[in-house]
């Protein structure tokens, strides 16, 4: 498989990206996709009371240099880019930003997969149907991580 490079333009979430702020999807780059499709899957692994959570879930983007910031929260994405997005763990779609108790940090992994091929996947889909339709048919994959702290 090869490696995507894959890179927010901070460390620490801007509030922007937060609950404390806009609550957008920031700008992902992108470097080295020779993909058909793009998927990416927000996770943020160390929530204390169960398990790993998963604020957002977005894919049949097409292959670009730089996902672009404020993806509007609704099924299927006309603008700035095309795309489908999924039901997140909070039960809703499109993007979560951090929200950490006050005196914690959230830590979210943003995980880019390239795919051969769009996925026929209907919008609202959960992780787990998002990962089964994307068997098979990652051929590329990288990530990158930013923190926040309330």
Request: aromatic content about 8%.
């Amino acid at each position: 498989m090869e490696k995507l490079v894959v890179s927010l333009d901070f460390l620490e979430f801007p509030p922007t990206y937060t609950c404390d702020g806009q609550d957008e999807s920031p700008p992902i780059r992108i470097k080295g996709l020779s993909a058909s499709s793009v998927a990416v899957m927000a996770l943020n692994p160390f929530i204390k009371s169960c398990c790993s959570f998963t604020p957002w879930l977005i894919w049949n983007i097409d292959p670009v240099d730089v996902i672009p910031s404020g993806i509007p929260k609704t099924g299927v994405v006309e603008s700035p880019i095309s795309a489908v997005q999924g039901r997140n763990d909070l039960g809703t779609i499109g993007y979560s930003g951090p929200c950490p108790p006050m005196g914690s940090t959230h830590r979210y992994s943003f995980k880019v997969y390239g795919l051969d091929s769009m996925l026929d996947l209907a919008p609202g889909s959960n992780k787990t149907e998002l990962v089964g339709a994307m068997q098979g048919h990652v051929v590329q994959f990288g990530d990158t991580v930013a923190m926040y702290r309330r």
